[in-house]
């Protein structure tokens, strides 16, 4: 069975740091491009990162732009999202999610999604 857990989030202050990690199990891991979305209390969830199977190839929203590196090693099955200069805005409830082998940033595109982990940043 396919699981997807996320892990690595907390309370950071504005400018800190965090770095997440989504373990992936029950699927051949680097068959699959990788994504991150986060979705804040009463908004829509949003496309934040992805990459591709094979991680030659990156696409994020402009919003996390310079701030914000998702990677992956395909030795220890898990893809991270390393979180700099975090900002208030930044505040959401963040998932990982499978894809085909290229990058993807609309949810229909992502068939297996993990819990969450909450990431809340303060000013």
């Known amino acids: 069975q396919v699981q997807l857990v996320e892990s690595g989030g907390g309370l950071v202050q504005a400018g800190g740091s965090l770095r997440l990690s989504c373990a992936a199990s029950?699927?051949?891991?680097?068959?699959?491009?990788m994504g991150w979305f986060r979705q804040a209390p009463g908004k829509e969830r949003e496309f934040v990162a992805t990459?591709?199977?094979?991680?030659?190839?990156?696409y994020y929203a402009d919003s996390v732009k310079g701030r914000f590196t998702v990677s992956r090693d395909n030795a220890k099955n898990t893809v991270y999202l390393q979180m700099n200069s975090l900002k208030p805005e930044d505040t959401a409830v963040y998932y990982c999610?499978?894809?085909?082998?290229?990058?993807?940033?609309?949810?229909?595109?992502?068939?297996?999604w993990g819990q969450g982990t909450q990431v809340t940043v303060s000013s």
């Open positions: 999610a499978r894809t085909g082998l290229f990058v993807a940033q609309r949810e229909f595109e992502y068939d297996y």
């Open positions: 029950g699927l051949t891991f680097s068959s699959y491009a």
């Open positions: 990459i591709k199977w094979d991680g030659d190839n990156t």
